[in-house]
């Protein structure tokens, strides 16, 4: 994507100065990130860093105590203060929500559902689109991560990474303007995990607009334009794969690196 575009266009998704805490423990201590439309941002640091619980603050899935989210240039509205406040407009919760489809670890597939039943779920329930077009636009998804043979059987018929890409179909099939991943290989095996990553590299290829958590660090440097380094709810580091990975400036993310990239 040019610079242009990104200068002249709001970001996808916008966060400013974010503050969560739960209770007195606070996760993350005045945040910045910017995903442009098209491009894909990548959160690495250690567990506990507040990876995602910040992507969780950004799908409104959390409520955080200070700052800013704006999704496509429009700012969530709130009402309260610190650990009162909250999103004050039902309707903008449901528009964001339904625009930024979360792919999480665990899958969360219905397991009384078949797979086609599950991508098409939230199509027709919460946006009331035609059941015939969702239908055409749900085989095509489980087509594209390469299950459409499995449209017809159940969650638990299938492996861990056959499931996971019934959950990133299940994401596009909500057509929606971003798609944030929280850990989406790390439930899996090591050969379960390599077809996630070949669907995850294809979407990035198409220039869908993602933010993805991801303890991978090979994923992270081939799929992003942008890399956050978070350590203990602050940004330690950020910038391009190829800098962050390759000239790495502080000792926190050298360590990290050291202890997280094979060889």
Known sequence: MSENHVATAAPVIEIRDLHKSYGSLEVLKGVDISAPAGHVVSLIGSSGSGKSTLLRCANLLEDSQRGEILFCGEPVTWHGTGLNRRPSDRAQIVRIRTNLSMVFQ????????????????????????????VEAAARGYLDKVGIGDKCDAYPAMLSGGQQQRAAIARALCMEPKALLFDEPTSALDPELEQEVVRVIKSLAQEGRTMIIVTHDMRLAADVSDHVVFLHQGRIEEEGAPDALFG??????????LSATVPG
């Open 247 to 256: 000239n790495p400036q502080t000792d926190r993310l050298r360590g990290f």
């Open 106 to 133: 665990q899958f969360n597939l219905w397991a009384h559902m078949t797979i086609l039943q599950n991508v098409m779920e939230a199509p027709l329930t919460v946006l009331r689109r035609d059941p015939a077009e």
